[in-house]
């Protein structure tokens, strides 16, 4: 059997135009649960940035602001007690964020160093993206 080049550039023609046009696409993955995947894929995707949007935004006030609304008052009392110790968080021009450990009567016993204060500021980050996904229906 003989198959001419015009044959061939006939079928790669049509073929592309299928795929264009996404008839082609559809013929091949015509597993019956694939598009249901992609959708959960898409729904998760969408649930994790949301996660992460609202998750910033309470690190951000509380950083800024400290924690005054009940959700930033409980993730930071989670980070007090993975710590150890009662805390409090300001922003100083040359050292960025500063850690303090307190005592009782809210006195500033001493400053944490940088590298203290930048874990301090990724395990808030952590545990407030998980606390905000825990209450996320």
């Known amino acids: 059997m003989v198959i001419s080049s015009y044959q061939v550039n006939n079928v790669l023609r049509v073929y592309g135009d299928q795929l264009r046009q996404g008839k082609a696409t559809r013929k091949i993955g015509n597993a019956p649960h694939s598009a249901a995947d992609r959708l959960e894929l898409s729904t998760d995707a969408k649930r994790k940035a949301l996660i992460d949007r609202i998750a910033t ?3 951000d006030k509380i950083l800024q602001e400290g924690p005054g609304e009940e959700m930033e008052k ?9 710590f150890g110790a009662p805390l409090t968080v300001s922003q100083e021009e040359t050292k960025g964020l500063v850690f303090r450990v307190i005592d009782e009567k809210g006195d500033a ?4 160093s940088i590298e203290d204060s930048n874990f301090l500021t990724r395990k808030l980050k952590e545990i ?5 996904d825990k209450n996320m229906l």
């Not at 409980?74 to 993975?82: A, H």
């Open 128 to 132: 407030t993206t998980e606390t905000v």
């Open 57 to 59: 935004k309470i690190v």
């Open 74 to 82: 409980e993730v930071f009392k989670k980070l007090q007690d993975e």
């Open 109 to 112: 016993l001493h400053s944490l």
